[in-house]
């Protein structure tokens, strides 16, 4: 293992190896569509089902992140884990569209509510220094099942989508059994100020600091999302096959699964604002690049370019949450951390794809040249509050123990 990852704690491996397993097994989402058509729902119907799974990436982190500081994130993972599983049950069982619709929302709902949880359990369990390590290896971890499920996904669905079903299902309840046997819940602040154990997330509004940070990172979000959502559509209208997509899946998936353990330990000792600025422009250009594009190496270099920035980038979005919340509130802000993610893939979803169709191609990937380029110039120019903020309240709790 690169020394980049040596002397985490065993909650971080922990959560690690769950990760991978969880993501090996994350196939329905990326089939729902070829499986509401093998169905017979298409159209306006397809949407519904679809925005249902979008509403419960919305609504997942903030039940997450609440419950996380309620009950505790081993429960709260628990409580994802096994709902997830038992909604892929329901939406392979779901007779109409509308059962669909709500097995759909629950699943993402439930799927959700996992991130912002482990997400604290990490930061209650690593030091700040080396906090940004443990939240790339998380990443690593998804980028490894993830590429793996790119192929195993299609090899199962060839052979019948309930296999993927069962697959997704049977993983969930493995991370499940990994969480209730293996994960050990680290001594936390039971509870901070009146403001930080009240109910509901009232201390991450009156975080001002915060609230200017999440905006110039989900901006920042949904122009990575672009690479998701709106790529697949400029290969299309290039005139290549579906085959170039998945190739160009394959070049992201080699180089941040490949330079993550390398790359995370040369810089981390970095100003990691400074690192997250340059990676976002770097992803910025990349997407950017991907208007240019009209070839298959045209194309790869434009992955090239967004998948080093994405390798930069890798931990220190969440590190910077983690770095600002109070002890006792660090599952509500990983919760406002994770619900700024589901927006701006849904933002990508939606406004991305209506600027493609309705405007033009050119304008969303220049417009997303210039949003991503402010908003890592913006983040630069907070860098120097939140690490005042960071270095205060780290002494404030030094003094205090």
Known sequence: MPTSFRGLPRTVWTVFAGTIVNRLGHLVTPFLVFLLADRGVTGTQTSYVLGALGAGNLLGPAVGGLLAD????????????????????????????????????????????????AYALMADAVDAERRQRAYALFGWGVNIGTAVAGVLGGFLAAHGYWLLFAVDAATLLVYAGIVATRLQEPRRTAAGSPGESGPGYGVVLRDRLLLALLPLFGIQLFV????????????????????????????????????????????????????????????????????????????????????????????IAASAVAALAPASARGRYQGAFSWTWGLARFGALTLGITVYAGIGPAALWWGALAAGLLSAAATLALSGRIRARAEHDLAATTLAA
């Open 70 to 117: 309620r009950i505790g994130r081993r429960p709260t993972m628990l409580i994802g884990l096994l709902g997830a599983a038992a909604a892929q049950a329901a939406l392979f069982l779901a007779p109409g569209v509308a059962t669909m619709a709500a097995a759909a929302l629950l699943l993402s709902t439930a799927s959700a509510t996992v991130g912002p949880a």
């Open 224 to 315: 990575y999302s672009l690479t998701e959502v709106a790529l697949p559509l400029a290969v299309h209208d290039s005139g290549l096959p579906p085959a170039v997509y998945g190739a160009m899946a394959a070049v992201n998936a080699v180089l941040v699964v490949g330079l993550q353990p390398f790359v995370t330990g040369r810089l981390a000792r970095l100003p990691q604002l400074r690192v997250q600025a340059a990676g976002s422009a770097l992803i910025a250009v990349g997407v950017a690049l991907t208007g240019l594009a009209d070839s298959v190496a045209g194309y790869a270099a434009s992955v090239v370019v967004w998948s080093l920035g994405e390798v930069l980038v890798a931990g």
